[in-house]
């Protein structure tokens, strides 16, 4: 006789929602959480958590093994989805299009959650039109060792200069070591152009702060917090507010007010404190639909930096070359670089905690060459695979001394996803 599937069914919003292995652990190396916690959770800051998505296109970010293994990214909408769950068509840079899930109530959040989705991954437009985002998002990224102490300080700056150009800021926790900064802005201009007034936004905060962020996309060239213009591409999509992220403590990309961010410590805010907090003083977000502005300020600075001839920046690889755009190739690798980077690669995992181990285990290994690095001298690269990023470590010898620079050895772990793929099937002079 076969074994019955264990499930809950749940009754929301006069739809059924079955629950498939509610008791599966989800997070169980440092809290004990299982799929059902995680869909309790998401049903006490439903309302919070469908604002951040609501009438949006989402990607599904599937952990269907728990937070402890690698994820992968469903574009498309899964065939079996109930009828009461709508889609909407979405095309891509590369030309190729996709149904996208868009989903507006309760019950499709639980539906979603129980398909392993962990965090909410929604694109920055309405599905009533898909050609014009409402929202600018600001993503602060800290390199390797930058403490948060400055992350909220560059948020501080951003804010105070959303504010001149007549923009109101969102401020959250990314979750991660990060924030996030969304902007409701009229949508009246293409994504093109959005990228552009979030490059100018970018580069200014660089030039007001220069020792602390960064607008350089290669990574090889950043320090401190790097302001990531390139989230505002046209199929990139961030952590949404209330998404739980895949870190042993189960932390929340949490909504903020202002006169949080200077105090605020993002370990605070996990699946077990920010139920009560929303309970408490609901979603500091709530109104952030009636503040849509403009960009045309952000965008008479992209102007200026035109003239300036800045010129465009660096876009992910597989959009397309602007006119433009400098070369799309890292500084260390550029044929016209008179002295070529250093670069040796350390880690490759789809296990970004076997990749840091593996780090840490070449640092013991060549204690005197790691005297010399500096915190931008690692380069912690999350890489694009068929469909999951793993992690790619780099070590920038820039800084030490040629006598004692380690050779390229064999990574430590060396497990890159991609290079099967990469594999030619044969000798084809023999064919």
């Not at 959650?113 to 991954?121: D, Q």
């Not at 998002?137 to 504010?163: C, F, H, I, Q, S």
């Not at 979603?283 to 008479?300: W, Y």
Request: net charge neutral; aromatic share 6%; proline share 8%.
């Amino acid at each position: 006789m076969a074994k019955t599937e264990a499930a809950e069914v749940l009754q929301i919003d006069g739809q059924e929602v079955k629950v498939t292995h509610p008791e599966k652990l989800y997070f169980s190396k440092q809290i004990k959480l299982t799929k059902l916690d995680l869909v309790n959770y998401y049903l006490s800051v439903a309302p919070g958590a469908l604002a951040g998505i609501s009438n949006r296109p989402i990607v599904l970010k599937r952990f269907v093994n728990g937070a402890e293994e690698p994820a992968f990214y469903q574009k498309r909408a899964p065939e079996d989805h109930p009828a009461w769950l709508h889609t909407i068509t979405l095309s891509f840079p590369s030309g190729r299009t996709a149904e996208e899930l868009v989903v507006d109530n309760t019950a499709g959040l639980i539906w979603i959650v129980n398909l392993g989705c962990i965090e909410l991954h929604p694109h920055a437009v309405r599905a009533s039109d898909l050609d014009h985002p409402d929202e600018l998002r600001v993503d602060l990224d800290p390199g390797p060792g930058v403490g948060w102490e400055d992350v909220r300080r560059v948020a501080l700056e951003v804010n105070a200069l959303l504010k001149q150009r007549g923009l109101h800021g969102w401020p959250k926790t990314s979750g991660s070591r990060g924030m996030h900064i969304n902007v409701r802005i009229e949508p009246r201009w293409t994504f093109d152009e959005v990228r552009r007034a979030a490059l100018a936004l970018s580069r200014e905060v660089e030039r007001r702060v220069p020792t602390l962020a960064t607008s350089k996309w290669w990574k090889e060239e950043r320090h401190g917090v790097f302001i990531d213009y390139n989230q505002n591409a046209k199929d990139r999509t961030t952590a949404s507010a209330y998404s739980v992220r895949p870190l042993p403590d189960a932390r929340v990309s949490t909504p903020l007010t202002w006169d949080e961010v200077p105090d605020c410590n993002p370990a605070d805010f996990t699946v077990f404190t920010v139920p009560k907090r929303f309970a408490t003083i609901g979603d500091p977000h709530a109104d952030m639909d009636a503040h849509a502005g403009s960009l045309e300020q952000l965008l008479e600075m992209a102007a200026l930096d035109d003239a300036a001839n800045l010129g465009d920046a660096p876009w992910p690889p597989h959009f397309r070359k602007t006119a433009d755009e400098k070369p799309r190739v890292a500084p260390s690798r550029a044929k016209a670089a008179r002295t070529k980077m250093p670069l040796i690669v350390v880690a490759n995992s789809a296990d970004k905690e076997a990749a840091l181990a593996g780090l840490e285990r070449w640092k013991a290994g060549h204690s005197k060459a790691a005297e010399y690095l500096n915190v931008e001298d690692v380069l912690v690269d999350s890489m694009r695979g068929t469909s999951s990023t793993w992690t790619r470590i780099r070590v920038n010898l820039r800084n030490v001394p040629e006598g004692i620079r380690p050779d390229q050895e064999a990574p430590d772990p060396d497990d890159d996803p991609t290079r099967k793929a990469r594999k030619p099937r044969g000798d084809s002079s023999k064919r």
